[in-house]
C-alpha cells in the first residue's frame, strides 16, 4: 500500500465517523446491535457484546457551556502559572508582584474548577456570569499588575472579589 493509499483511506474513515468504522472493524457483526437504542443508566455487570461507540455518544448528555469554558479556563490557568512562574523568576521583580500573581493563579484555577459544579446549580447562568465575571476583573487586574507592575487596574480587584462571592452565593440559592 502506498502513503497516498494509506491516507486516503484514513480520509474515508473519518468521513464515516470513527463510531462507523468501529461497527465495521472492530466490533464482530451482531443482529442484536441494531436494535439497542439507548444504554441503561446502570449497566449490568457483564457488558453486552452489542454496545457500541455510536450507542454510547448519542446517549451521553451535551456537554454545557460552563463546562466547555471551565476548560479553556483551567488550560489558560496553567500556561499562565507556567509563563509567569517562568518570566518573573528570570526577572528582578519586587515580592508584592510575585505575590500578586500566585493569589491571581490561586484563585484562577481553583474557580476554574468550580466552573465545572456549576451546571448542577439551581441558577447556573447568573452562577455562571458572575464567577466569569469575577476571575476576570479580579485576576485580570492581579495578573495585569504582576506582569507589567502598573498599578492602574488594582482599584477593581476588590469589585472582582465581591462578584466572586456573590457567585458562591448565587450557587448556593
Known amino acids: 500500500m502506498s502513503w497516498a493509499e494509506s491516507v486516503l483511506s484514513v480520509w474515508e474513515w473519518g468521513k464515516g465517523g470513527l463510531g462507523h468504522q468501529y461497527d465495521i472493524h472492530l466490533r ?10 439507548t444504554l441503561p443508566l446502570f449497566p449490568p455487570s457483564t457488558p453486552s457484546p452489542c454496545s457500541t461507540l455510536s450507542t454510547l455518544s448519542s446517549t451521553m448528555p451535551r456537554t454545557s457551556p460552563l463546562v466547555r469554558l471551565a ?7 496553567i500556561g499562565l502559572g507556567a509563563y509567569g512562574a517562568h518570566s518573573l523568576a528570570s526577572q528582578e521583580v519586587p515580592q508584592e508582584r510575585i505575590k500578586a500573581f500566585e493569589v ?6 481553583i474557580h476554574s474548577v468550580a466552573l465545572l459544579g456549576l451546571p448542577m446549580v439551581h441558577r447556573p447562568r447568573l452562577a455562571g456570569a458572575l464567577m466569569v465575571g469575577g476571575m476576570a476583573v479580579f485576576c485580570g487586574s ?9 498599578r492602574q487596574f488594582r482599584k477593581f480587584t ?9 457567585a458562591w452565593l448565587a450557587a448556593a440559592l
Open 158 to 166: 476588590p469589585y472582582g472579589g465581591m462578584l466572586l462571592i456573590l
Open 28 to 37: 464482530p457483526d451482531c443482529q442484536n446491535c441494531k436494535t439497542i437504542s
Open 104 to 109: 491571581a493563579n490561586r484563585y484562577h484555577l
Open 142 to 150: 492581579c495578573y495585569y499588575h504582576a506582569l507589567t507592575g502598573d
Open 71 to 77: 476548560g479553556l479556563s483551567g488550560a489558560l490557568a
